[in-house]
């Protein structure tokens, strides 16, 4: 909610960069709750949502108030409930929580250039792209995200050789 509220408020003062970064940081959230769920559901319980009213500030406040709690769950957050997932062998648990350390560590870097250059980003100069598996966000040029694809493929494809007798 509060990062709805804040790619609106970054919309209307004309931070249009910064706009489209809330919004797409909102779709990587989304798709990490989403994988948050299924491993609750899988250990038989019911996730919810505590939604609260957000207070939405100027962009450059949103900016660090965002610096800020990204910067929490990567480096504190996550890395305990990481800690805790492996100590009870919970692998879905663990990828998880993996996945979306990532994407905080990611939204909170481009947090950071925003709120260091929030005058540049007035104009929407580079899309956002966002991982529908890990929620991962990606602000490159396509030839970039092409190879990042790429490498990403090798990874996740298991090469097998097979030599002739």
């Known amino acids: ?9 970054s919309q209307l003062f004309g931070y249009k960069q ?6 797409t940081a909102v779709r990587s959230e989304e798709i990490y709750r989403d994988n948050h769920a299924k491993v609750i559901q899988g250990m ?16 450059k406040e949103n900016l660090e108030s965002a610096i800020k709690g990204e910067s929490y769950e990567c480096d504190t ?7 805790q997932a492996k100590a009870e062998s919970n ?4 990828q998880t929580f993996v996945y979306a350390q990532k994407a905080e560590s990611e939204h909170a870097q481009l947090y950071t250039q ?5 005058a540049a980003w007035r104009q929407v100069k580079n899309p956002f792209y966002v991982c ?23 990874k996740l494809v298991e090469k097998t050789t097979y030599e002739s007798s």
């Open 44 to 59: 038989g319980a019911n996730p919810y949502n505590n939604v609260t009213t957000p207070e939405v500030k100027s962009t």
């Open 132 to 154: 529908k598996v890990s929620g991962q966000t990606f602000s490159i040029k396509m030839k970039r995200l092409l190879t990042v694809l790429r490498n990403c493929l090798k």
């Open 114 to 118: 925003a709120k260091n250059n929030l």
């Open 77 to 83: 957050m996550y890395p305990d409930f990481i800690k």
């Open 18 to 23: 910064a706009a489209q970064l809330f919004r």
């Open 1 to 9: 909610m509060r990062i709805i509220c804040n790619s609106q408020n």
């Open 91 to 94: 692998k879905n648990a663990v």
